[in-house]
């Protein structure tokens, strides 16, 4: 047993032990001879990078071990909710296939059964079939992160039994019972549980010195000034690279290249540690070689402000002109040499310097005569290119046009337009004004004759003229007349006669039956047999129940004026005043909540839309039953119909099928969210908490969440939503029990493919009538309008009932007694 345990120690202690000393070509301690199996968790509880540093765990020891098959072998199973066996004891001699079948492993991703696994293990691992020697110690280290879905207590003593000793390694989630009852005595060298993968390698220090004795490095004041390595009841001090151990054995000195002269810098070595490194004086810089140098060129920096040339010296540089030009006292800008300034020009107008040279030049607006000294003023109108419509003008750089006598200048500054005298606003015209050359003279519009004024207009009276031909009326309009009708009466298609309003004819007389039109009115007639009402209009058969679709499931029984249902005896009339039921108490406000990610897939989203009609089949819905709201949720959450939006199976079952699949990502707590703030408010539909509806949720999905749902489940069951939660597929058992209300056998449903979703609707019991319900039935005011009326109706009801039992039993007394006068 001792040798098993510091055999184990060494496979866990080797991470930390490599990282904190100096790693050497062999490992530090050999064991015998030990069969080594992982047994390692690949539940879909366990994250990728979760999964990879387990990986990394077994690849990091195997690299450390003395692997051999006269040395350590060692195999692998993965287990989930079956068992794969990796690879076997007797498989691979070296450590480098062993990586690669590691590094090959896919996670089965589905249930945790740990106890299969132990007896897997038990029974085929550790079998000589599969490599397992004899009189070598057989260890297995089983890594989980979760509660085991099965039994493992016997299965793991009887693995002890059989001479396998097992190191349970617990990590976040997993159960420290469950590991206790896995793992051999003592617990405490044979139970580990850490936070994370990540801290899986932490626990291993703590087997190193059962693996090699005492490390004096650790238990002793070495005095090593660097470095301390362990030897057998021994040590030596070490320095670090570029030192020197002291003759004291325990202290270190640097070694100074630059001052044994053992370098080849040009002109500067800096000494470091076992090393060095060069320079350069000022003004030089060091080359790519790292150890010549060479005279900086402040002018290929690009700063240096020259406008010409720049020329480079030691630790500076200096600016130079280009011939023709002279330096100025910034000593890096340069002029040209100014030749009009010497005064020898004769320019009449101005000078111009030039590179060595100069000439004259004019003013804007004149040209330079022949003797290039003189000037003299551009005519520009007599480039004929001026344009003018009317007259052209030469003045001082250029020209401008002038028009004649009654014309004004275009904006063009080219063309002219005649003066328009209308435009002055003093003509008094009505209508139109016309100029002319000028002056100006009043037109009307057509339709209109000009007055005697010569300014104001009137409209023609084509009624004046006494052929209009117009039956009522004559009506003068702009260039013509329309004909009137008097009041009550309608123009006809001639647009002269007239006939009197049909109002019948408009089709809002509301008659039941017949409509009378009479001048500026109509009056209503029933057909014989009806009674025109005293709204005028509706007509009423004394006998309405054949008359009117009157709906009723059983009876339908005419009174006055009206008539009402009746149901047959031991059934009850429904709130609708129709139909007959033996329950009144299947009154629930129920949303569904349905997962449309893209992992569902269309064929199957047809049969979640198939599985919700299937639950709303089994619902007695009505406005004052059972309302019922639906919810599909992905990346983002949709109502696809409120609580009370519909009221009838048919309406609901219609909407469902109607419903288009979102295709997208799972987001289950925000599902929630929205039916906790919204689904179950009045606004949506929800009846009032004080009438005692009970308000059920029902979450079905296919995957695992991409939100967090702990805190929307556990507020949905604190608002009083009872929750069922039904899940397909690659659905995550933990999500589901989270979701679902107590106890939680009777409120969670899974099934591993989408076919047999029918059968979980089947088992799903949401109608609260009778004993099924949970919920307390709706307690009406006796005094209330609707109480009153349904007391009425079951109240007709009953007297009709005996009212046609006793007239069949006064039929047979008067049968009875023609038969005593016959006898007589």
């Not at 220090?205 to 090699?212: E, I, P, R, S, T």
């Not at 009137?458 to 004046?464: G, N």
């Amino acid at each position: 047993m001792t040798h098993v345990l510091v055999y184990v120690g060494v496979l866990i202690a080797i991470m930390a032990a490599t990282e904190a000393r100096p790693k050497s070509a062999e490992p530090k301690c050999k064991s015998g001879p030990v069969d080594l199996v992982f047994i390692i968790d690949g539940s879909r509880s366990v994250r990728p990078h979760e999964f990879e540093t387990m990986r990394k765990f077994m690849i990091d020891i195997i690299h450390e071990m003395d692997i051999g098959l006269e040395a350590t072998r060692v195999g692998v199973v993965q287990y989930s909710s079956q068992v794969q066996n990796v690879f076997s004891l007797k498989a691979f001699s070296k450590p480098a296939q062993m990586v690669k079948a590691i590094n090959e492993i896919i996670p089965l991703a589905q249930g945790t059964m740990t106890g299969l696994a132990i007896r897997y293990a038990m029974s085929v691992a550790f079998s000589a079939e599969e490599g397992a020697r004899p009189n070598v110690p057989h260890v297995a280290v089983i890594v989980t992160d979760g509660r085991p879905q099965d039994r493992v207590a016997e299965v793991a003593a009887a693995a002890r039994e059989s001479g396998i000793e097992i190191y349970a390694i617990g990590v976040a989630r997993a159960d420290m019972t469950s590991l206790r009852a896995m793992a051999s005595p003592p617990f405490e060298d044979h139970v580990f549980l850490v936070e994370s993968f990540d801290l899986i390698h932490q626990f291993g220090l703590q087997f190193q010195d059962k693996l090699c004795g005492m490390d004096l490095c650790l238990e002793s004041d070495h005095g090593c000034e660097h470095i301390c390595e362990s030897s057998p009841g021994s040590y030596h001090c070490l320095c670090l690279p570029g030192y020197t151990l002291n003759e004291d054995g325990k202290t270190c000195t640097p070694i100074d290249l630059c001052a044994e002269g053992k370098h080849d810098c040009q002109q500067i070595c800096i000494a470091s540690p076992g090393s060095f490194t060069c320079d350069c004086n000022t003004g030089y810089t060091l080359n790519d070689d790292k150890r010549t140098c060479t005279m900086i060129d402040y002018c290929s920096f690009g700063n240096d402000s020259c406008e010409h040339q720049c020329v480079s010296v030691l630790n500076g540089f200096n600016c130079r002109c280009q011939e023709g030009f002279s330096l100025n006292d910034d000593l890096k800008t340069c002029t040209m040499i100014d030749y009009c300034s010497f005064g020898n020009d004769s320019c009449e107008h101005e000078c111009v310097s030039v590179l060595q040279s100069f000439y004259c030049q004019c003013r804007e607006g004149y040209s330079l005569n022949e003797d290039e000294t003189t000037c003299t003023m551009i005519d520009y109108c007599s480039f004929g290119n001026d344009s003018c419509e009317h007259e052209c003008v030469s003045v001082l750089k250029g020209f401008h046009c002038r028009c004649n006598d009654g014309y004004s200048l275009n904006d063009d500054k080219k063309t002219c337009t005649m003066i328009d005298y209308c435009s002055f606003g003093n003509d008094s015209c009505e209508h139109e004004c016309v100029s002319v050359l000028k002056g100006f003279h009043c037109i009307c519009n057509d339709g209109y004759s000009l007055n005697d004024d010569k300014k104001t207009c009137t409209m023609i009276d084509y009624c004046s003229f006494g052929n209009d031909s117009c039956e009522h009326e004559c009506v003068s309009v702009l260039k013509g007349f329309n004909c009137r009708c008097k009041d009550g009466y309608t123009l006809n298609d001639d647009k002269k006669t007239c006939t009197m309003i049909d109002y019948c004819s408009f089709g809002n007389h509301s008659c039941d039956h017949h409509c009378v039109g009479v001048l500026n009115g109509f009056y209503c007639r029933c057909n014989e047999g009806y009674t025109l009402q005293g709204n005028g209009k509706t007509c009423q058969s004394d006998n309405l129940c054949n008359t009117v679709e009157h709906g009723c499931e059983h009876q339908c029984v005419s009174t006055p004026g009206s008539y009402h249902c009746i149901c047959p005896e031991g059934h009850v009339l429904q709130d609708d005043g129709k139909t007959c039921g033996t329950c009144r108490s299947s009154n629930i406000d129920l949303v569904l909540l349905i997962d449309g990610s893209k992992s569902v897939r269309p064929q199957n989203f047809e049969l979640v839309k198939q599985f919700v009609n299937q639950v709303v089949d089994q619902l007695d819905i009505s406005p004052k039953g059972t309302r019922v709201g639906l919810v599909q949720y992905s990346s983002r959450v949709r109502t696809e119909f409120t609580l009370s939006m519909y009221q009838t199976k048919e309406e609901i079952k219609k909407a469902v099928m109607n419903v288009e699949y979102m295709e997208k990502g799972t987001m289950t707590g925000l599902a929630l969210k929205h039916m906790v703030e919204n689904s179950f408010t009045e606004a949506d539909g929800a009846r009032p908490a004080g009438k005692n509806i009970p308000r059920v949720g029902l979450v079905f999905t296919d995957g695992r969440s991409q939100d967090d749902i702990q805190e929307w489940a556990k507020k949905a069951k604190e608002a009083g939503i009872t929750m069922y939660a039904v899940g397909v597929g690659k659905a995550v058992e933990d999500e589901l029990r989270e979701i679902a209300s107590e106890p939680v056998e009777k409120h969670f449903f899974y099934s591993a493919d989408f076919t047999a979703i029918s059968q979980i609707a089947e088992n799903l019991k949401l109608n609260v009538c009778a004993a099924e319900s949970q919920g307390e039935i709706e307690v009406k005011n006796p005094c209330a309008c609707e109480s009153l009326v349904e007391f009425q109706q079951v109240t007709m009801s009953t007297l009709d009932q005996l009212t046609q039992k006793l007239s069949a039993m006064t039929k047979r007394l008067e049968v009875l007694e023609n038969q005593l006068l016959t006898r007589k």
